[in-house]
T-cell receptor
Framework: QKEVEQDPGPLSVPEGAIVSLNCTYS??????FMWYRQYSRKGPELLMY????GNKEDGRFTAQVDKSSKYISLFIRDSQPSDSATYLC????????????FGKGTKLSVKP | NAGVMQNPRHLVRRRGQEARLRCSPM?????VYWYRQLPEEGLKFMVY????????ESGMPKERFSAEFPKEGPSILRIQQVVRGDSAAYFC?????????????FGQGTRLTVV
């Protein structure tokens, strides 16, 4: 079983749609659950992170973590063409362990 | 406050040459992480450094790859005798502490092409 699984897409939606992006993971030791956005030919930027199970909302974005199912989601409401990017889930052990474990990313295209 | 600066942005090397990738962390950040992104793959951790120390190099290939973060100057990722399979985007991230990656910021990456 892979440590992180993420559907690579591509995912194409019309402007204004609700987008749901998901990852599953296998390692119970992960402490932080993160979503990055990466525009083409750019570096990843942290969108949101959560520490525990439940929901966290920031504007049009909602991150959801279900530790019992080892499943995380990112929802984008009222999607805009500027949301077109690759979305990467990432997992952090926390503490002094430096590395993040990334999913392969889902490429999202929002059509005007 | 400038972000994480990586240079060059694009680097072309012939097989067998050396590639040197540089990363200047954000001001006040003393922790640096290098990741590699192969085509159609996610980012893979390579190495984690603090000033003058390698903390975790578990993701570094055993041969040809080395990294340093000297007391003065940028962090350097060095690839000796490059091969076509080294073609990838290399990203550096920096953080003020090693406590959590939620404080880390990524640079724009160096895209290495080996011909």
């Amino acid at each position: 079983q892979k440590e992180v699984e993420q559907d690579p897409g591509p995912l194409s939606v019309p402007e204004g749609a609700i987008v749901s992006l998901n990852c599953t993971y296998s390692n119970s030791a992960f402490q932080y659950f993160m979503w990055y956005r990466q525009y083409s030919r750019k570096g990843p930027e942290l969108l949101m992170y959560t520490y525990s199970s439940g929901n966290k909302e920031d504007g049009r974005f909602t991150a959801q973590v279900d530790k019992s199912s080892k499943y995380i989601s990112l929802f984008i409401r009222d999607s805009q063409p500027s949301d077109s990017a690759t979305y990467l889930c990432a997992f952090d052990y926390g503490g002094s362990q430096g590395n993040l474990i990334f999913g392969k990313g889902t490429k999202l295209s929002v059509k005007p | 406050n400038a972000g994480v600066m990586q240079n060059p942005r694009h680097l072309v090397r012939r097989r067998g040459q050396e590639a040197r990738l540089r990363c200047s962390p954000m001001k006040g950040h003393s922790h640096v992480y290098w990741y590699r992104q192969l085509p159609e793959e996610g980012l893979k951790f390579m190495v984690y450094l603090q000033k003058e120390n390698i903390i975790d190099e578990s993701g570094m290939p055993k041969e040809r790859f080395s990294a340093e973060f000297p007391k003065e100057g940028p962090s350097i990722l060095r690839i000796q005798q490059v091969v076509r399979g080294d073609s990838a985007a290399y990203f550096c991230a920096s953080s003020p502490s090693g406590n959590s990656n939620t404080e880390a910021f990524f640079g724009q990456g160096t895209r290495l092409t080996v011909v």
